[in-house]
């Protein structure tokens, strides 16, 4: 008997897209079936959805625009939505995909603020649907190792954890040349990225923040920092722009055909540019930031995050009463959307060739030497997250002790350091998370 498959949408065709239409048109077409995408610029996603189809040999699927998203739905019989859209747009779809009866799938951050995130919990609970959110690196082997050795009560109870979290200044660049450079949009890193972090961290202390205080600024990109360094030569946007030329920060959509198309191409409808300068005006987003944690359960986090450093990864130590577990993972970079990210299959396939550097997990115990953990590396994004991630996503969770599939709640608790460290960097003062939102 031929097995039901479940009629998908997804709504956001950029550079977040790839890993979803990869899947659904790959390893789990025998189980879903896409059967219409929607984006507000229609060249972008006809470039990409050709691209894919005839890659994936996958029929041609019905495009929508954006005001047409209800239609779809319903034209198409939607079942399932998935939400790659610009941030702060994600509770819109998210809720009126529900409201019509669908389930969805959304990428991080579940939203940028707490209005927008009451908004999805509302919803959620008015109309009953399901909302996954998709945090790829709690399936990642190394992180799971940690959830383990923690969930073990090896260390004992967990009384504080320093997160510091570098971006080099090629990915870094990145969210200060495209829409996230306007914290509008996105949040600021403490939401758009750190929602990663702080997720990991509720999920491995198995508790949620508390009281939250913040501090940041703007301290590396932006016009006034490069003055300050002694920039003379400026341009507001790469592509065709002499100055930029020979600039290790500068993105030219022009030698790159994907980029081309799904950029380059596309502005005419909506002046969208992808290849902004990260040493020009208008930049909202912060660079450097600190933050300062109690949980629930008394835990306090320290966490670091630059956006503008010569190398890439994290560092990540847990001090216990009976020891202490560190992790140190070193990441490769990468421009979203460039040749070498542009799909899951592709990325997975280059690194084959690539001899990654393995992290390593330290445990010592009072009065003991340290012991060094090993676990089962993999390959591909997020730390070989991204596959089992997709996997949970659309084969189902199954029995998992770690319970890794996270829903709103969890899409919620992650942001919500981020949002009450942005207020907390606005006002100067802590900021308690349940003065923000409404949970159980």
Known sequence: MARTKTRIA?????????????????????????VGVCDINRTRMEAVMERYR????????????????????????????????????????ICRAMEAGCDVITEKPMTIDAPRCQRILDTVERTGRDLTVTFNYRYSPRNSKVKEILQSGEIGDVLSVHFEWLLDTKHG?????????????SGGLLVHKSTHHFDLVNWWLDSTPETVFAMGRLAF???????????????????????????????????????KAMYLDAEVEDGYQRDQSVFGYNISTEDTLGVLVRYRNQAILTYSLNAHCPWEGFRVMFNGTKGRLELNVAENSYVSTSKDDINLAENLEKEKEVKLQVPVILVQKHWQKPREVTYESAKGGHGGG????????????GDDPLRRAAGH????????????????IATGLPVRTRDLVRLP
């Open 173 to 185: 660049a990145d969210y200060f040349r495209r829409w996230h450079r306007d914290k509008a949009n």
């Open 409 to 424: 709640l969890d899409g919620a608790w992650s942001i919500l350091t981020g949002v009450a460290g942005n207020l907390a």
């Open 386 to 397: 991204d596959v089992r991630l997709l996997r949970d996503v659309f084969e189902g969770a």
């Open 54 to 93: 005839k890659r994936n040999k996958y029929p041609k699927v019905p495009m929508y625009g954006a005001d047409a998203f209800e239609k779809m739905l319903a034209e198409r019989k939607v079942q399932r939505v998935v939400v790659t859209t610009m941030d702060r747009t994600h509770d819109d779809y």
């Open 221 to 259: 990109y932006g016009r006034e920092n490069a003055e300050k360094r002694g920039m003379t030569r400026f341009y507001s946007r790469a592509t065709g722009h002499p100055v930029a030329q020979d600039d290790p920060f500068a993105l030219h959509l022009d030698r790159d055909e994907r980029l």
């Open 10 to 34: 997804q709504v956001g065709i950029g550079g977040r897209a790839g890993m979803f239409l990869d899947a659904v048109m790959g390893p789990y077409k025998d189980r879903t079936r896409l």
